[in-house]
């Protein structure tokens, strides 16, 4: 049973390189987002997607772009990275229900980005 | 907006302690409100939910009760365990796409 899988794990970046954090899921959700978890900040949205090809962006989605050509992908791209995108990202995705996402989320174990 | 207020952590207790952490919302309309927890190097899992005003989650012997008329949606357990030790995030979800979450609070439980 994968769940929600990310990769990589880790990863460290200099100022101004691009890179793609991946998440696939394998049941079936048609509901897909990405988080970033900052310490005392809790746990903002980015980006989210109802479905395939359709994409909207979050409470934070300056400097990062996302698609979704599938139902299990939901690649989240860091097009020039700064110092400010340090941080744990998740990856999540949900049922829906008539259109609507449940709330129950499922998560990937995280990847943990440093930008220096 | 929509928002939700957890009480500061962190919280250390003694195993079999009480515990209540406190979650406050703001929120228009009728929002579904969820405890999610977090236990090391891992990532958020689904603890609880409700869905209405008066409505109770439960599980793993937590509990919390949506309450309207004070805005908030406590998580209570009665007697903790070191395998309790974990970050625990509020988060409130409504009508549309989002599911906004607490601040989180640290749980630590000393045998």
């Known amino acids: 049973n994968a769940g929600v899988t990310q990769t990589p794990k880790f990863q460290v970046l200099k100022t101004g390189q691009s890179m793609t954090l991946q998440c696939a899921q394998d049941?079936?959700?048609?509901?897909m987002s990405w988080y970033r978890q900052d310490p005392g900040m809790g746990l903002r949205l980015i980006h989210y997607?109802?479905?395939?090809?359709?994409?909207d962006q979050g409470e934070v989605p300056n400097g990062y772009n996302v698609s979704r050509s599938t139902t299990e992908d939901f690649p989240l791209r860091l097009l020039s990275a700064a110092p400010s995108q340090t941080s744990v990202y998740f990856c999540?995705?949900?049922?829906?229900?008539?259109?609507?996402?449940?709330?129950?989320?499922?998560f990937g174990e995280g990847s943990r980005l440093t930008v220096l | 907006g929509n928002s939700v207020t957890q009480m500061e952590g962190p919280v250390t207790l003694s195993e079999e302690a009480f515990l209540t952490i406190n979650c406050t919302y703001t929120?228009?309309?009728?929002?579904?409100l969820f405890w999610y927890v977090q236990y090391p190097g891992e990532g958020l899992q689904l603890l609880l939910k409700?869905?209405?005003?008066?409505d109770k989650g439960s599980n793993k012997g937590f509990e919390a009760t949506y309450r309207k008329e004070t805005t908030s949606f406590h998580l209570e357990k009665g007697s903790v365990q070191v395998s309790d030790s974990a970050v625990y995030f509020c988060?409130?979800?409504?009508?549309?796409?989002?599911?906004?979450f607490g601040q989180g609070t640290r749980l630590t439980i000393n045998p």
């Open positions: 999540a995705s949900s049922y829906s229900t008539w259109g609507r996402n449940t709330g129950e989320l499922f």
């Open positions: 049941m079936n959700h048609e509901y």
């Open positions: 997607s109802v479905g395939a090809g359709i994409t």
């Open positions: 929120a228009t309309g009728y929002p579904s």
């Open positions: 409700a869905t209405k005003a008066d």
């Open positions: 988060a409130l979800s409504w009508g549309a796409q989002k599911l906004v």
